[in-house]
T-cell receptor, first 116, second 111 residues
Framework: GENVEQHPSTLSVQEGDSAVIKCTYS??????FPWYKQELGKRPQLIID?????GEKKDQRIAVTLNKTAKHFSLHITETQPEDSAVYFC???????????????FGAGTQVVVTP | SQTIHQWPATLVQPVGSPLSLECTVE??????LYWYRQAAGRGLQLLFY??????ISSEVPQNLSASRPQDRQFILSSKKLLLSDSGFYLC??????????FGEGSRLTVL
């Protein structure tokens, strides 16, 4: 089955700096890679995702890159703000194989702290 | 648009008592449904998932069970809670394109 590793486990950045979180996955059949943001005491919320037919996707200050050959993908947050402080989870899944339907495999999470 | 409702939001239960958490999804048909658990400061652990009425797959052996009596209803239960059952329980739904959406969560404290 799929195994996703996420680094770093904690990340402290100064407001205005960039933050980068990296994930690697093991199953070459994985083709969908979402990122979730979880604020303290709240549910994880999807903030951006990428499918295997593209290498990069941007949405304002956040971007995700995918390297299928190396089996890794990254989340980039530019011009960080205090409200970016949260736990971020990466995940991977193959939507094509029925035995993995719905079993989105999550990384262990990265606690991001943005200091003013 | 699709919405997911989960309740109760918080509960405090004694060890050995039963548990029932309920989740319903609106605005979609035949969703995949999931129960996740998150211990304090930890990651997301998939407990159960269901691709249809009466079809439940368990990911982790434990004293919890799940049922799907209706297409858009998913219930998590226990006959006797353990201290280790404390955590943040999240219901979620998806269709087969992979996107997963979480309910607001139920925080369970077992004393």
């Amino acid at each position: 089955g799929e195994n996703v590793e996420q680094h770093p486990s904690t990340l402290s950045v100064q407001e205005g700096d960039s933050a980068v979180i990296k994930c690697t996955y093991s199953d070459s059949a994985s083709n969908y890679f979402p990122w979730y943001k979880q604020e303290l005491g709240k549910r994880p919320q999807l903030i951006i995702d990428i499918r295997s037919n593209v290498g990069e996707k941007k949405d304002q200050r956040i971007a995700v890159t995918l390297n299928k050959t190396a089996k890794h993908f990254s989340l980039h947050i530019t011009e960080t703000q205090p409200e970016d402080s949260a736990v971020y989870f990466c995940a991977a899944i193959s939507t094509m194989t029925t035995d993995s339907w719905g079993k989105l495999q999550f990384g262990a999470g990265t606690q991001v702290v943005v200091t003013p | 648009s699709q919405t997911i409702h989960q309740w109760p939001a918080t509960l405090v239960q004694p060890v050995g008592s039963p548990l029932s958490l309920e989740c319903t999804v609106e605005g979609t048909s035949n969703p995949n449904l999931y129960w996740y658990r998150q211990a304090a400061g930890r990651g997301l652990q998939l407990l159960f998932y269901s691709i249809g009425i009466g079809q439940i797959s368990s990911e982790v052996p434990q004293n919890l069970s799940a049922s799907r009596p209706q297409d858009r209803q998913f219930i998590l239960s226990s006959k006797k809670l353990l201290l280790s059952d404390s955590g943040f329980y999240l219901c979620a739904w998806s269709v087969n394109d992979g996107e997963l959406f979480f309910g607001e969560g139920s925080r369970l404290t077992v004393l």
